[in-house]
């Protein structure tokens, strides 16, 4: 699953360096990019996070498993912050 986002995400920014993607033990993925390609990553409305989401769930249910996808914006004091969360879930 981090492969395939990972994959997507640094398919859709322009500084594919500054993209991290980890995953942590509760199967949380945590997406972080540049600054200036936070639009290309979340898309208008949304748009762009939804569908990765949706990929995401369609693999999760293929393989059982329940992902929790987060994106992060970077914070002027060098922190970041959840921009949005949305459960991923195999039912």
């Known amino acids: ?3 395939l986002v990972k994959y997507i995400v640094t398919s859709l920014v322009d ?3 500054k993209v991290e993607v980890t995953i942590d033990d509760n199967k949380r993925i945590t997406i972080a990019v540049a600054q ?3 639009g290309k990553v979340i898309g208008k409305s949304g748009k762009v996070a939804k569908a990765i989401r949706t990929v995401c769930r369609a693999l999760a249910q293929k393989e059982g ?5 987060d994106i992060l914006e970077p914070g002027e004091d060098g922190g970041a912050r959840v921009l949005r ?6 039912e």
Not at 65 to 69: A, K, L, N, S
Not at 85 to 90: D, G, L, T
């Open 85 to 90: 969360e949305e459960s991923e879930a195999a």
């Open 36 to 38: 200036s390609d936070m």
């Open 65 to 69: 498993e329940r992902y929790t996808i």
């Open 15 to 17: 500084e594919k360096d």
């Open 1 to 3: 699953m981090l492969e």
